[in-house]
């Protein structure tokens, strides 16, 4: 039989992986996953109790949000929109920016679409990032945003890892001090695994404010590529019929 080489193509490049997004820069994969719905109800779970004090995210409606995660009018108003409000509003950190501005010397960024200009491998290694640091106003350096003005909000959960130093002499003889890694000081509530689910769950939730309807988008992506094959197979059916008396 003579292999269609039209056929070939078309299947080959409907196997191709998809392109993944960029992450940006060099971070360990974050693991979030916009298609588990619970890790995303945690999440702004999380994102209400630790990060609304200081953070809008000024493009995310509260009814909008319920919608999209199956979470329930009551449990909305009670659990997440805690500094009340009305289910239409969009989410406003009950810090006023300007204040905040004064207090840490840096304006907390609106949250909304961090995920899309700084990618999840990035907010996962912030998340995990921060460290003791004693010549700091708030106690605390990042590695990912030296000098970062945000104070370690989760310190309570994950506790306060400590810097580990090796000394580099460069070679015009000037001696360096280089990061190598963490050792545990203060301990915090959470288990280090714990933290690594709570830190997943918080920028999965992230994730999916930067583009509400991107589980949707991939879901109903499926059904296309599938509707393709198939019109595919057809039309290719078709040609065979229409030219095989032609020779
Ligand atoms: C006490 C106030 C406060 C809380 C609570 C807080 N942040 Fe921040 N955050 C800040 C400030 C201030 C900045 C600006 C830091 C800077 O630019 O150095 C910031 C910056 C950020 C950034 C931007 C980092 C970058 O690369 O520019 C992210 C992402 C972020 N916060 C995530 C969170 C998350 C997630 C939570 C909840 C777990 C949270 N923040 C809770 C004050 C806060």
Redesign the pocket.
Known sequence: MRIDRGLVLALALSLAPPVMAAGGGSYPDAGTDIHDTPSLQRGAR??A???????SAQYMRWNRLAADLGISEQVLEENLMLAGGKPHDVILSA?PAAQ??E???????D?SL?ARS?GVD??SA??HGFYADPSRPTGVN?T??A?????H??ANLQGLQEAEYELVTREDGVTEQHLVGFKAGAPGELTPEQYDDFVRD??NF?DYMGEPVKAKRERLGVWVVLFLLVLFLLAWLQKKEYWKDVR
């Open positions: 999380n994102f109790n630790y990060c609304m004090g200081c953070h810090m905040a501005a207090w840490f010397g840096k304006a907390p960024p949250l961090i700084r990035y907010l912030f998340l990042n990912v945003l000098n970062t003005a945000m104070p909000v989760l918080t920028v992230l």
